[in-house]
């Protein structure tokens, strides 16, 4: 686990490398199909070096959920085991990741209505002020989310406006954990310049190999709009805005630097607040090392 340009991908490469292994992704972007550069996806050749599971598996104008996710990496991972290999998650969606671990509680089914007046409300005070009342109803959700993340903020009010209960209460009494001892290390950077400047470079590369035309060919698809859940993912709501005319190039490239950056941070927060997660230097020379070691005593 880990906050994005951090190395978990090729970390994850090395280590399958050294063990009988293949490797689940845990990303909520990487399942979809035609978006490879911006989710920074391994390239053909590094999976059929190793094998990988729930990558490309849905198309973008489909939805994906943690609970899906649960239901396929479970599945993933007892046919890896069946075959007498170690699974390897690696990924950023620590919410996936907190699923697996945790399962889910049974939320109730979407309420068009109520989602419409929430969105009929934020055209008039904004998503941030839709945060705040969320944070009156169920602070552990306000506190996860982000003050303009409008999906989750959406889905949180939803909840508690259909059950009268917040989802965070819901979540915690939800506690089914996978039949696998799981090993956890989460990859963190030395210092946040440093990350920050990756982030940087990354998006960079990713404008040079052409990741704004690949926004464009999804954009120019009539199913898909601004709004659908894979359109939303950070890089390409920026990008998307751009081929708007709604931003410059320039201010887009920024943008989306920004909200990984931000996007980042939010992922090492959370990932400090996890149990039993060793924390390792992500630019640690002798990473691979350390995890195959410690990956080997365990077998």
């Known amino acids: 686990m880990g906050p994005t340009a951090t190395g978990k991908s090729d970390a994850a490469l090395a280590l399958a490398a050294r063990l009988p292994a293949e490797i689940v992704s845990v990303d909520s972007a990487m399942v979809y199909r035609g978006m490879d550069i911006g989710t920074a996806k391994p390239t053909p050749d590094e999976q059929d070096a190793v094998p990988h599971h729930l990558i490309d598996i849905l198309d973008p104008a489909e939805s994906y959920s943690a609970a899906r996710f649960r239901?396929?990496?479970?599945?993933a991972m007892d046919a890896i085991t069946e075959r007498g290999r170690v699974p390897i998650l690696v990924g950023g969606t620590l919410l996936y990741f907190r699923a697996l671990m945790r399962g889910l509680a049974p939320l109730p089914s979407a309420d068009p209505d109520y989602r419409a007046e929430l969105e009929r409300q934020a055209a008039e005070i904004g998503w941030p002020a839709l945060h705040a009342r969320l944070a009156t109803v169920d602070a552990g959700a306000a506190d996860r989310i982000h003050p303009n993340d409008a999906q989750r903020i959406q889905r949180a009010l939803e909840v508690?406006?259909?059950?009268?209960?917040?989802?965070?209460?819901?979540?915690?009494?939800?506690?089914?954990?996978?039949?696998?001892?799981?090993?956890?290390?989460?990859?963190?950077?030395?210092?946040?310049?440093?990350?920050?400047?990756r982030i940087a470079n990354r998006f960079q590369e990713m404008i040079v190999a052409g990741f704004i035309d690949e926004v464009a060919e999804l954009r120019a698809r009539p199913d898909l709009t601004a709004e659908h859940p894979s359109m939303r993912a950070v890089g390409y709501r920026q990008i998307w805005a751009y081929l708007d005319g709604r931003r410059t190039r320039e201010e887009a490239v920024i943008d989306g630097i920004v909200a990984t950056r931000r996007y980042a941070k939010r992922q090492m927060t959370w990932l400090r607040s996890e149990e039993d997660v060793r924390l390792i230097e992500a630019r640690d020379p002798a990473l691979v090392e350390r995890l195959s070691a410690i990956a080997a005593a365990a077998l």
Not at 71 to 75: G, H, I, R
Not at 176 to 181: E, N
């Open 160 to 197: 508690h406006h259909l059950t009268g209960e917040a989802m965070t209460a819901q979540w915690q009494r939800a506690h089914a954990p996978p039949p696998y001892r799981l090993l956890r290390f989460g990859l963190m950077p030395s210092s946040r310049a440093l990350l920050h400047e």
């Open 71 to 75: 239901e396929d990496a479970l599945a």
